[in-house]
């Protein structure tokens, strides 16, 4: 990392954490959009209801879009398909010590 980017890795996290509240508080620019974890709406296959990272125009202030249609190889499907199962059994696990 720090030879690519010429920062140390906690130097990149700390400007992640920097861009990504930048967006946030004051929106993404004309056509871009991050990727943002925030409650799913059943859009890209992802289970409505589960905390998971979507692309998103965001509007200064805060509100957020997700942006829709954008292409799936085979090879992202399979990763999202097993990051959801993994966050639904994390999920129920955790409702499990909360019962």
Known sequence: VIKARKLSSAMSAAQAIVDHIRDW??????????SMGI??????GVPAGLIYSM??????GGAYQIVQNLEINDFAREMMDNTAKEL???RELALQFLA
């Open 25 to 34: 508080t004051c929106g993404t620019s004309g056509d871009s959009w991050t």
């Open 39 to 44: 409650v799913s709406d059943g859009s890209y």
């Open 55 to 60: 692309p998103v125009r965001i509007s200064p």
């Open 88 to 90: 639904l059994e994390e």
